[in-house]
């Protein structure tokens, strides 16, 4: 992201991706605290379950970017 940037908004572009950065943190944490409470007694194995899922989601999707032919073009 910061390479993608203009130099004299590359300012700009480092806060965003920080902001991004705890956000996500942020929403993590609140996901695994409603896991923890939601699974009783297995709280602990819904919560990594829950963050294997969105992590291979993830992974799945920036594969499908990656390999996407019209991902550089310019609309």
């Known amino acids: 992201m910061l390479a993608g940037a203009p130099r004299h908004r ?9 902001t991004t950065r705890v956000f996500g943190q942020s929403v993590g944490t609140a996901l695994a605290a ?21 992590a291979l989601s993830a992974l799945v999707i920036n594969i499908v970017r990656h390999f996407d032919p ?5 609309a």
């Open 34 to 54: 409603v896991a923890f409470q939601a699974g009783g007694p297995y709280g602990a194995s819904v919560a990594i379950g829950v963050g294997i899922t969105l």
């Open 10 to 18: 590359s300012a700009a572009a480092g806060g965003l991706q920080a």
């Open 70 to 74: 019209s991902a550089g073009l310019d």
